[in-house]
């Protein structure tokens, strides 16, 4: 790879994607890569999603099409040759057509690799494209995106061997491989937080039970409300518990809003919406478990960052969490039992669990895979094959087991 040409995402103040690029920064830069960083432009500096929930419908359209037209510029310059890669973090990049009308046109020379992550897309049932009723075009687009990655040499990035499943289930016909993980900086969150020093004990730390996924249907947050009423049915608590939102509190099932705000009324649950991400950060250093329930969660950066900062994570044992667990059974729970959920939660309040910074330490590797695919180092995470399934069961990094 002569060079390499990232296609970022547009910053969030309330997400992932407020750093996504300088995780990726510092591992190009440690491998010494050659990196474009192709541009895109903002409607506005506010950082904020207005209409959507994942990312704002109208900045990603518009940020997405002018980072194609630089791409474009540098590709119609003869800048973008065949010993190149163009990454993008995201299949879904809106004028995307235009690079298979380009590379099938030009000169050999000039047609670079190209690879994209998928961080979802119709392949989920549980999907917001399905809540919205977008999956019928999705589809359709996601099969357009496999035959140019395909006719470019280049492949699709799996975040797991589950979402590598449900790729092969919709027909996908392009190459993939399978990063296991999100990228994440974890030298870079605890900077935050001032470093490793400034991390709170946890024998200090109030009997907190955070939840930070977003609001919507496809993550939950009724299970999670469920749980707490458990607590309180049980008798005396003892125990916060917390909803972390980057930006005011929503859903699109405006039902959980309504319930969370009787329930914080009532004095069951704190809801610390519009904060920034510093302020997420110091509320999981005072927080013992984060606690998860999603229908739809391909890895999480939520587990990365708890994991870093001293949380105890519970997450169900569904899809892509026992590969991000590493099969590690005392954090993972039944899906979608309650009771499972519940006393696991218990025992997860009272002290940290003895693998706790492996599965932050394995994501803060996730970089480094992508970089060995692009590179041509990687063919162990090719899952091309008829025989993707037989990778499923075994933990990609090690874990300490203690039985009681």
Known sequence: ??????????????????????????????????????????????????????????????????????????????????????????????????????????????????????????????????????????????RMVNDIVTISGGAVLATNEEMVMHMKVAGWTAPIYNISG????????????????????????????????????????????????????????????????????????PEYVTRARAM????????????????YYHHLNNTRVLFNCALQDWVSNTVSEADTIGCNVLYPAYRSFPETFANDPNRLYIPWSIDDAYHKMQNLLREPHHNMGLISDWNNGTVDRVVDILCGNGEHWNRTGNRYRDHVAEAKYHVTKIES
């Open 182 to 253: 999100l990228a994440f900086g974890k030298s870079e969150v605890l900077e935050r937080i001032g470093g490793t020093d400034n991390i709170r004990p946890f024998e200090d730390r109030p009997r907190r039970v955070g939840f930070a996924a977003r609001f919507d249907q496809e993550k939950q947050p009724g299970f999670f409300m469920d749980l707490i009423d458990m607590f309180h049915k049980q008798g005396p608590v003892g125990v916060e518990f917390c909803i972390y939102s980057g930006g005011e509190l929503r859903s699109n099932n």
């Open 264 to 279: 914080e009324a009532a004095g069951k649950l704190k809801i610390y919406d519009n904060i920034s991400k510093n302020e």
């Open 1 to 142: 790879m002569r060079k390499l040409y990232y296609m970022g995402l547009e910053s969030y103040e309330a997400r992932y994607t407020l750093q996504l690029t300088e995780w990726n920064r510092r591992v190009f830069d440690a491998r010494g890569l050659d990196v474009v960083y192709v541009p895109g432009e903002t409607l506005d500096n506010s950082q904020r999603i207005v209409v959507g929930q994942v990312l704002d419908a109208h900045g990603r359209s518009y940020f997405g099409m002018s980072q194609m037209m630089n791409l474009v510029r540098l590709m119609q310059q003869g800048e973008v040759t065949s010993s190149d890669v163009i990454y993008f973090e995201d299949m879904f990049q809106p004028g995307f057509e235009s690079l298979g009308y380009i590379i099938t046109q030009v000169p050999a020379e000039l047609r670079p690799r190209i690879f994209v992550r998928c961080l979802a897309q119709a392949i989920d049932p549980d999907d917001f494209v399905h809540v919205w009723g977008m999956g019928k075009w999705m589809m359709d687009y996601e």
